[in-house]
Nanobody, 124 residues
Framework: QVQLVESGGGLVQAGGSLRLSCAAS????????MGWFRQAPGKEREFVAA????????YYADSVKGRFTISRDNAKNTVYLQMNSLKPEDTAVYYC?????????????????WGQGTQVTVSS
């Protein structure tokens, strides 16, 4: 059974940085695309970033492009989200997701496994 465990969330002031991590276990990590999504109170879950199985392709939501960077370390079964220049509107629960396919996609329903989420709060 696949387990995804996020960490690294917290409270930060606007303009600050956080690095989220997501550790995967339970099956081979290497061949699968990974993504980060977020959900703010009262809003639908939205795509943030995704990386292909070999890090050859990355994709970002327009709202985070240039500020966030997704990366993965297949030797450690871990995917990261470096978040810089944070804004209050980035406040949300951030979820890590794994897709049983190596290619990058943005739709949440395309992802098969999800973590429990980590809270990110950006104060103004």
């Amino acid at each position: 059974q696949v387990q995804l465990v996020e960490s690294g969330g917290g409270l930060v002031q606007a303009g600050g940085s956080l690095r989220l991590s997501c550790a995967a276990s339970g099956r081979t990590f290497t061949n699968f695309a990974m993504g980060w999504f977020r959900q703010a109170p009262g809003k639908e879950r939205e795509f943030v970033a995704a990386v292909s199985w070999n890090s050859g392709s990355t994709y970002y939501a327009d709202s985070v492009k240039g500020r966030f960077t997704i990366s993965r370390d297949n030797a450690k079964n871990t995917v990261y989200l470096q978040m810089n220049s944070l804004k209050p509107e980035d406040t949300a629960v951030y979820y890590c997701a794994m897709r049983s396919d190596p290619k990058v996609v943005v739709a949440p329903y395309e992802y098969n496994y999800w973590g429990q989420g980590t809270q990110v709060t950006v104060s103004s």
